[in-house]
Structures are given as C-alpha cells and as structure tokens.
C-alpha cells in the first residue's frame, strides 16, 4: 500500500529509471476524484492496457468514450516510445477487477483465475497506463515503446518498493473478459520479435529492478564471431526400418570436436536455440526399385512434436540405395531437432548407416 505519486515524485522516478517523457497540459490537476466523491489511492499497483485504436492520447486525456468519462489512464505510451503524463488523480481505466486477483495484487502474489462472483473497483487503487496498439493480433509494439513500458512499470514499482508482481494485464483482472494487453513485439534487449506476455513483461520488470534504475539492458549481440560446433553422429549397426510408421533415427555413435556435446537422446542431434548446416547420409538395403523412404526434420519441446519441416524422399535403385541429404534449419529456445524416416514400402528395410554432419552455431 502507498500514497499516490505526486507529480515532483512521477517526475523524479521517470527521470531515474530512463523514460523519455512529455506532460499533457494540466496533468496534475486532472483526475476524476472530484466529479465521484472518491480519493484516488491508496495505490497498490500498476495495470497495464492497449488503447485498441490508433492516435488515442486526446481520447485518454479530455475526450473519454461514450458513458466513460475521462481520463481513462494515468500515462498513455505511443509507437514513438515517448510517454506521456495525462493525469495525477483517479482515472476511468480498471472498471471491476476481481477481488481474489486484488488480493493478490495487493499481496504481490501469483495472480489466479478471476473468481467474478466479488469484485473492487479497480479505479480507486491502481495506476494505469495506455500502450498504443490495435490490438488486432497484427499491430506490433515498437522497440522504443516496449522498452519505455518496462521502464515505467519498474519506476512506479522502485518508487513504492514493490517487486515486479504488482504490474497486472487488464486481461488478468476483468470480470468482463477484456483481452489487453496483447500482440506482438518488434523486439527488447537482444531478443528479436516474441509475442507480448504479462509473464514476460514482469520478468523483463523483475530484470530492470535486480538492478540500478540507470540501468540499461544489452542490444548488441557480441561482435566476437560465434564459433560452431561440429556435429557429427552416426550408427554402431544398422537396424530395421517397419513400415508405416514414422520413426526416429537413434544415432549410437558421435565423432565430434567435443564427444558427449550433443543431447543424451540418440535422436536428438541439436537443441535450441540454435542454426546449423550439414548434411544426412542414408544407406538402405532392401528397398525395391521405385519404393520410398520419407526423411523429414522434426522438432520437439520435451517428449511432444511441435513442428515438421518439409519432406525430402528417396527412392529405392537397384543393388541398394543411398542419398546425402542437405540440413539446413534454425532452432527456437528449449527445442530439439530430431530425423524421422517412414518406410512407404510394404515390407521391413534395413537402415545400414545414417551419418550426420552439422556445424552448429549456438545462439543466445
């Protein structure tokens, strides 16, 4: 629980923690405790919204929407990442929120599933802050933007000594179903494009408080060349290949720089985030002239298949068969590459050797 900032305090915070900002004329006195009878306050958290429309900020500060008076936000966020104060008192933006997801605001606790059968109005206690954005799935966050509303949250979050729990999502407090904020985000820091997550954003918060508020997260990747690691796996025996069914080459055998670098999972020969290139020799024995063996790249997160690459084939020759195929892909974080052939011949083949040569630059 604390006072709300008064406007020397936004200022000196904002200022500290590295927002760029403008003040919309007659911030300070604007709010709506007056025309409700109600004081602003005590505050005991920040919630954050998109504006689901484009060029908002009078709409937010004086012009309100049909039966929502204004100011419907504290603060209001454009593309340009340039804030801008629009009010210091009570402000039209939280409506009810779900009072077991107060609590836990309040509490600085992991926020549950609303509970809509008791609400508070979110109105008297919480600061709130409108990101310029559609909101249609499509419309991206700039990285000027996203980095000014981590800064923000963080201020407010430093000024009251909370921890980066007190910074909510609309979407995590309406009774109402309310979507924002969402989309995604041109990038932050060394991460290119994701998609915007209040799990993130309260990690990315969390970062910015474990340090000074002149703090600044790193942008550039390190200009010292990414050396790859060289892969190559291969097979103690070959094995039978049933068929109909897609299944996993288990590789038993690794002649790379640094044996034992590659997962323990036979079948995993690169895991994420990662780019590699290289190459897949195949040997088949007992593949009729004409017959086909499909060998596709698999990707995995744990034990589930998340995504298939494109099919490559070989087909059965006379007197055995064997075909190099080229591998060239990049891995997501916490994935797992594997191959996988199917037999579409109507009898059992063998695999006589597959032999996997990669070099894998490892990405951070």
């Not at 077991?100 to 509490?107: C, D, R």
């Not at 996988?340 to 695999?351: F, K, S």
Request: charged share 20%.
């Amino acid at each position: 629980m604390a006072q709300p900032a008064t406007p020397a305090q936004w200022r000196a915070a904002l200022k500290a923690e590295g927002v760029r900002f403008t003040e919309y004329p007659g911030w300070t006195e604007r709010g709506r405790d007056a025309a409700t009878g109600k004081v602003f306050g005590p505050v005991h958290g920040i919630l954050n919204h998109h504006t689901a429309g484009t060029n908002s900020l009078t709409t937010i500060a004086t012009g309100g929407r049909p039966g929502l008076p204004p100011p419907l936000a504290h603060a209001y966020l454009p593309k340009s990442g340039e804030l801008v104060l629009v009010a210091d008192g009570r402000a039209n933006h939280a409506g009810l929120v779900a009072t077991n997801v107060f609590n836990a605001i309040v509490a600085e606790k992991p926020l549950p599933k609303q509970d809509k059968s008791s609400t508070v109005d979110g109105n008297d206690a919480l600061y709130g802050l409108e990101v310029e954005n559609l909101g249609n799935g499509a419309d991206v966050y700039t990285r000027a933007q996203y980095d000014t509303w981590v800064r923000f949250d963080a201020a407010l979050c430093r000024l009251h000594a909370w921890s980066a729990a007190s910074a909510a999502g609309h979407l995590e407090t309406s009774v109402e179903g309310k979507p924002d904020p969402a989309g995604p985000v041109e990038g932050y820091a060394k991460r290119g494009r994701f998609t915007f997550t209040m799990a993130q954003f309260r990690a990315d918060v969390a970062e910015r408080l474990a340090h000074p508020a002149s703090w600044s997260p790193p942008t550039a990747q390190e200009t010292t060349p990414m050396q790859p690691a060289y892969v190559n796996l291969g097979l103690v025996h070959g094995y039978q290949l049933a068929p109909g069914e897609w299944t996993e080459i288990p590789f038993t055998q690794e002649w790379n720089d640094e044996p034992g670098d590659h997962p323990a999972n036979g079948a995993v020969f690169v895991a994420g985030a990662a780019r590699f290139t290289g190459t897949l020799g195949l040997r088949f024995e007992g593949l009729a002239e004409g017959d086909v063996v499909q060998v596709r790249q698999s990707e995995y997160e744990g034990t589930t298949l998340k995504q298939e690459h494109p099919i490559d084939e070989v087909i059965g020759t006379a007197g055995g068969t064997f075909r190099t195929i080229p591998l060239v892909n990049r891995l997501g974080e916490g994935r797992t590459m594997r191959v996988r052939l199917l037999n579409q011949a109507d009898t059992g083949i063998e695999v006589v050797s597959a032999v996997l040569k990669a070099l894998v630059w490892k990405e951070d």
